[in-house]
């Protein structure tokens, strides 16, 4: 594949082909919606791929894309990636699941043990989304008490409890966050065992979970919160965090979904954090489904299942299937340091090139993010936080536009304009990106300006 597409329509309608928009017809008559995703939605309608190779995505249109969301940033080495497609190849003739373990899945544990040495055991399961729940359920049976605690606006999966708080908006703010159910009939009950704390506040924080510790259970926390602004947790935040769970007995769950790509040892070596739980999915899976919960043996037995029923039952039928434990394995062992290393520099230097061509061009716009990973923001004030990233109206229509007019230079991010480096990008590529999307913005804001 070669250099991005740039169509000459503006029309909505003309960004994505007649193919697409005939399989889009298709799917609305058999998945409410049109898609089995509500993440990668955006109207009128996303493309649909065909199929990817390195930074690149064709679509059933033959459209070439470059790909800056990477599948919400799981694939950190791009699509198609040689080590993993012959490391699949290996072993699909052998059987896609079985109702027995696999030397795999032990193997994929042993590398995420031997860059993280804290994670001394693992659990395997499917998705981001599975690490949390049973994470959550463990401190549980840990601590022996029902109550959690996650941050306001922060996104931890399709789990009623870390649920709680993910759409806080200004109509429901108070001078603490608010413990706001997010799906329509969850029960009561959930939001009173969810204490919502204020990102990056140390002092709040601290009052807070000194309130409520007796009920405790856990703190549930995501250094590099996208859904929060993707702001980088600040030293003095994280050390009152990792204070109060000493202190008190409480355990410190980090979710490393995403942040996991940010250093070898993972973000808890980055952040100077000692965390009881690691959460972990996306880059462990090598572009396949996974999820994993990990953590000092200590705090693992309660998993134990060999001594009959364990404290915390865990299972899945496709948990540690041996397509995503080859796959991961042969990714991991190619994020090596100096790949994530060269990875980071370019997102420094990306978001370096964005925020001084933004100014340049005086557009109301800024980037944040950390490593590899970036997101736009259709504002000029200081972001920290949740509420200080939260955007107005006319922002987030901004932001819809600059997506749309990005995707239509050829280059996808995600919804919220947020996106992930993958190592086949080159330096080269980081410039064009950075011109795409300060042209999309530009040219947003001279149709429509935003602020």
Same mark, same amino acid.
């Given at each position: ?21 005939? @399989? ?5 008559? $058999? ?52 080590? +993993? ?13 079985? %109702? !027995?373990?696999?030397? !795999? ?14 994670? @001394?055991?693992?659990?395997? +399961? ?31 999966? &399709?789990?009623?409890?870390?649920? *709680? ?14 413990? $706001? ?10 939001? &009173?065992? *969810? ?53 008190? %007995? ?65 299972? %899945? ?22 790949? $994530?290393?060269? !990875? ?31 997101? +736009? ?6 972001? %920290? ?13 901004? $932001? ?52």
């Amino acid at each position: 594949m070669h250099g991005p597409l740039r169509p000459s329509a503006r029309d909505k309608e003309e960004i994505v082909g007649p193919r697409s928009r005939a @399989e889009f017809v298709r799917a609305k008559a $058999i998945t409410p919606g049109g898609s089995m995703r509500s993440a990668p939605y955006f109207p009128p309608q996303p493309p649909y791929a065909m199929r990817g190779e390195g930074c690149w995505v064709a679509d059933v249109d033959g459209r070439k894309i470059f790909d800056c969301a990477n599948n919400f940033f799981s694939l950190v080495h791009g699509h198609a990636f040689p080590p +993993v497609i012959r490391a699949l190849h290996d072993v699909i003739d052998s059987g896609t699941a079985f %109702g !027995l373990p696999t030397t !795999l899945e032990t193997e994929l544990a042993e590398t995420i043990r031997a860059r993280s040495p804290r994670l @001394e055991q693992l659990r395997f +399961v499917n998705s981001g989304t599975e690490a949390v729940m049973f994470a959550v359920k463990a401190a549980r049976a840990i601590a022996g008490r029902p109550m959690i605690a996650k941050f306001e606006g922060a996104f931890h999966g &399709a789990y009623d409890y870390v649920e *709680v708080g993910l759409d806080s908006n200004p109509q429901n703010w108070g001078a603490d966050p608010q413990s $706001i159910l997010y799906a329509r009939g969850a029960p009561s009950s959930v939001a &009173a065992d *969810v204490l919502v704390l204020p990102y990056n506040n140390a002092a709040d924080c601290r009052r807070l979970i000194e309130e409520h510790h007796a009920r405790l259970a856990a703190i549930l926390f995501d250094p590099l919160a996208s859904r929060v602004g993707m702001i980088p947790a600040e030293p003095e935040f994280c050390e009152v965090l990792q204070d109060c769970c000493r202190k008190y %007995g409480i355990l410190l769950i980090l979710d490393e979904v995403v942040s996991y790509r940010l250093a070898f040892q993972g973000a808890h070596g980055l952040f100077g954090l000692e965390p009881d739980l690691v959460c972990l999915a996306k880059i462990i899976g090598g572009g396949l489904p996974v999820g994993a919960v990990a953590g000092p043996a200590r705090h693992m037995a309660i998993f134990d299942h060999t001594k009959g029923k364990p404290p915390v039952s865990h299972g %899945g039928t496709f948990s540690a299937n041996p397509l995503s434990m080859s796959a991961g394995c042969a990714a991991l062992r190619a994020y090596d340091q100096e790949a $994530i290393a060269r !990875l980071n520099r370019m997102g420094d230097t990306m978001r370096a090139l964005l925020s001084e061509e933004f100014k340049k061009e005086k557009l109301p716009t800024q980037v944040t993010g950390m490593g590899s990973l970036f997101r +736009v923001h259709t504002k000029t004030s200081p972001i %920290g936080d949740y509420r200080s990233s939260f955007s107005s109206p006319s922002q987030k229509q901004a $932001i819809e536009r600059i997506h749309l007019a990005a995707l239509e230079r050829g280059y996808l991010l995600t919804p919220n304009c947020s996106g992930a480096l993958s190592t086949p990008m080159s330096d080269s590529d980081i410039r064009d990106m950075t011109t795409a999307i300060v042209e999309a913005a530009k040219d947003v804001n001279q149709q429509s300006p935003w602020e």
